[in-house]
Structure formats: C-alpha cells, structure tokens
DNA sequence: GTGTTTCTTTGATTCAGATCAATGGATGTA
DNA sequence: TACATCCATTGATCTGAATCAAAGAAACAC
C-alpha cells in the first residue's frame, strides 16, 4: 500500500485543479469548497499508485512528477495506455474501481479529493461535470490517436510520434516561445517507452540511434534530448499537420 | 455531403437516447424536451456522415446499424479507432469539428439532436452532462483496452478479441439467454476488420481460417458465425477474466 | 447463359521487428 | 579499489505478419 506522506505547498496557485480541471468557470465559493476537501499526497518513483481492479477512493490531478497508466496480461505483457504529466486529471467520478495500474514514474505530488465529496459537489455544480467531460473528450481523442500510432505506425515513425508529443506537452506546459529550440529530458526508461509503443526496449534503443544518426534529434547522455527541426520530427512521425502548436 | 431521409419511427420507444445515452435518471419534462429537439436521418452503406476536421452541427445516437471511426494518414494506412453499434453516441458536445471519419457500415439510422440546442439543454440539465460522461469514460476505457490488443497482441488473439467484443455486443444488445449458444453476423468486411486490428486483410483472412479449422469458431458462408465455447474463445484472445459477461 | 465486380481465400516470398546474447557505461557501496 | 546493479547499446539470428500474386465464390447486370 503507498503511503501517504504530507506535503507543503504554500499556495493553491499551484495546484492544476484550480486552473484547469474543474474551475475555469467556476464561482469563487465553489473554488472554497474545493479546498476545503481538498488534500496533498506524494509517492516515490516507482511506487503503485493504484491498482487495476481496486477500489479508488479519491480523484485528483498531478502537480508534480509523471505517472503512467497501464495494462498488464497474466503473461506479464504490458501496454502503457496514458501518460501523466503535472495538471493531468486521474479517477473516475461515478466509477468504483480503478481500471488500468497508475504507477508513479518520478517522485510526485497529487491533490486529491476524496472522492464521495468530490462526487456531491459534482452533482450540485453543473460546471464541474461539463469540465470533467470536456477533459474526457481530450483523453478519447488522445487514446484514439494512439490507437493510429499502435496499429499503422513504424518502429522509427512511433518513436518520432512519443518524442513528438512528449515535446509539445513539455512546451505547453513551460510555456516556452514557439520559435524556441525545443531542449527536454526523457520523463521514461527505454523500457517505459517500449511498453508506450508496443515495442521492445532493443528496438526503441536501435530506433532512437537511428534518429540521432540521422540527425533529426541531438541526445546528451541518455536522456536529454534536442530537437533542431521540429517540422522535421513531425514529418518522421507521419503527422499530417502539428495539430496547431506551431504558427 | 450525405443526404438526410425522413425516416418514420413509430415510437421513440425504439430511440436509444431516450434508454441509454441521456435519459436515465431524467425528468418527465426532460423527456419531453428532448423529444422537441430530436429528429431521425438515415444513411446508407458506404455514406461517410462526418468528415475528419468538418463542423459537425448535431450530435445523436444510432439506432439501426453499423458506422466505424476511423482515421487516416496521408499515405492512405487507417487505422479505425472506433465501432459504433445501436445505442451508441455519437458527436462531442462543446466541441466545434469531428476529430476522425464517421463512416455507414451498413444502412443507417441515428437519432440526432441540433447541437446548440442540445448543448443549452445541456447545460441546464445536469443529468445529461453526467451521463455523457459516464458514456464518454466507458469509451476511453474501451479505447484504452483496444490499445492493448494493438500493440501486444498477436494477430491470432486480435481476431479473437474483436470476435468476443462483437459477440458480447450482440448478445447484450439482444438480451440473448446466458447459456444460449452465440450467434451472430460479422458486421465487417475483412478489411474493416484489418483496419480495426491493425492488420492486413490477407492475415486477417488467413487468422480466421486457422481458428475455424481448430473448432474456436464455426463459419457458414463468410460472416454467419457460431462460437460453440466462448470461454475457450476468450482464452484465445488472451483475456484474463470474461468482464462478468458470463456468469 | 456470360461477363463484371466485389469480397475472400490461399500460396510463395520478403522483411521489420522480436528474440537471444554480449558488452558498455553510470552510479552506488562495501 | 573492487563489484554490484541498473540502464542502454549493439550484434546475430529468427519469425510472424506484410507483401506480392493468383484464383475461387457470390452477387449482380446484361
């Protein structure tokens, strides 16, 4: 069982609930009530957050650190199905239990609600659930785009897509000029990213030397990542358009 | 663009939204409101209803038939991201373009709703947005295990979970006897099922032979199939558990 | 009937990625 | 310093599914 360690964070300013989840239309005595169910919780890399098929007793989002959602065969095949960054969404109101392992990657923080509460609060303000649902929508659409990357995609062209995303989510979140040279660490082992793309992790390292041989990425040690031409990454992604992140 | 039909339905007794999509814990007068704002169309096989990137301006449930979603890179690979049976939802409330193409399987009929008038209802109605997103988490979740199958599994088990998907669909939509024996007719053509599973048709085609010569599945003609043991069929496909479909 | 189209099956061959196997840094620690 | 441990790279070989190619079966039109 994780265990819950406390955690200070001075201001709820930091906390993506109040800016993205749930609130951006929401009353100011809504945002009090939210906080005043709210909590903090952290877990150490590597630790299971929860697992499939158990009970989750709360929602929340991340404030720090990544995480992973995944589904495992008894015969020990994985398929990462999410990736968390800071100000994802996890849970399930109106749902009991949790359906894929949430596990976290790095150290990382969450603020939570308990979820009987949340799920109260839900019911009396409108705002919440349409916030929730549009949120939904953003993660079908993402899961779905996936489902292109998994079944029709290239070893190479798979790795350009995870790098690609990766580094647009990285942006946005940093909120780093879009003439920028793009410069992130890898949030995940080659073995993360093999179970992300249904591919062996020799495969993923044989792949990403081919990039970096090619050109189109710059790798300092193993994990911190250039990209000089990110049209060109697209373009090695098979991605017809960049979905709006660049003018 | 694809023509509407009047179509003539006796009862909205036959109109899924009224039993699935919105209505279960509404009010009679909600009821009746949406009633005011619905109308039927029809489409015929091969029709596309949305184009990927389009304005769509209604949102609504199938009531008859069969449409995929699906999308499609530049080189022509598809990959269908979606299967929409009777009582399925279709359209994103609060969003302004379709994200992948709607196509008619066979011929079609949906119950529609005019978009912003259904999104004002909407809003006034807080059932609707809960259910919605109870809809919508049931997607990503079916999304999130279709990811599963598509990156780890062979295309022995791909064939067979998309058989027990269909033949558990069926059977739920039928309200067919637990123990009865699983009946039904392939909705799709060889190559649908190829762009579903990430596979070529000749591989699809040859997958479906093998398991017919070793008893999983009985054919008659190309799409009449029987499943004499689904645990067995489940266990082809690689499941670790029937989802409580079984008792 | 004969042709035409659409869907499907089956066979032969190729190839991308998996698997098996070593080796190469980092980092930590006794 | 030696020696684990963890993560990553690279090479050799194998294999499952793709590709290339042909032919069968059903539905429809003339």
């Known amino acids: 069982m994780p265990q819950a360690i406390a955690v200070d964070l001075q201001d709820c300013g930091d906390c993506p609930i109040r800016h993205r989840a749930v609130c951006a239309r929401c009353e100011t005595d809504e945002l009090e009530r939210l906080d005043q169910i709210k909590y903090y919780r952290s877990?150490?890399?590597?630790?299971?957050i929860v697992w499939s098929g158990e009970p989750m007793d709360f929602v929340g989002s991340l404030v720090r650190?990544?995480?992973?959602?995944?589904?495992?065969?008894?015969?020990?095949r994985t398929q990462m199905v999410g990736l968390l960054l800071p100000s994802d969404f996890v849970g399930r109101p109106g749902r009991r239990g949790a359906a894929y392992d949430v596990v976290a990657t790095t150290d990382l923080v969450m603020c939570c609600f308990r979820k009987v509460p949340f799920e109260e609060?839900?019911?009396?303000?409108?705002h919440i659930a349409q916030r929730l649902l549009e949120m939904t929508l953003d993660e079908l659409d993402a899961a779905r785009e996936w489902m292109l990357v998994l079944g029709r995609k290239t070893a190479r062209e798979k790795i350009a897509s995870l790098l690609s995303i990766i580094a647009r989510r990285d942006a946005t979140l940093n909120l780093r000029a879009q003439d920028a040279k793009i410069v992130f660490d890898l949030p995940l082992t080659r073995e993360a990213m093999?179970?992300?793309l249904g591919l062996t992790l020799e495969t993923v390292s044989r792949q990403i030397s081919a990039l970096k041989r090619d050109g189109v990425i710059v790798l300092e040690g193993k994990r911190h990542v250039t990209i000089p031409d990110f049209e060109r990454l697209l373009d090695e992604a098979?991605?017809?358009?960049d979905g709006g992140f660049l003018s």
Do not use: F, K, N, V
């Not at 877990?43 to 299971?48: F, I, L, P």
């Open 194 to 196: 093999a179970d992300y």
């Open 43 to 48: 877990y150490e890399a590597g630790q299971t």
């Open 65 to 76: 650190g990544i995480a992973t959602l995944s589904q495992t065969m008894e015969d020990g």
């Open 238 to 241: 098979g991605d017809d358009s």
């Open 121 to 126: 609060m839900m019911a009396r303000t409108p």
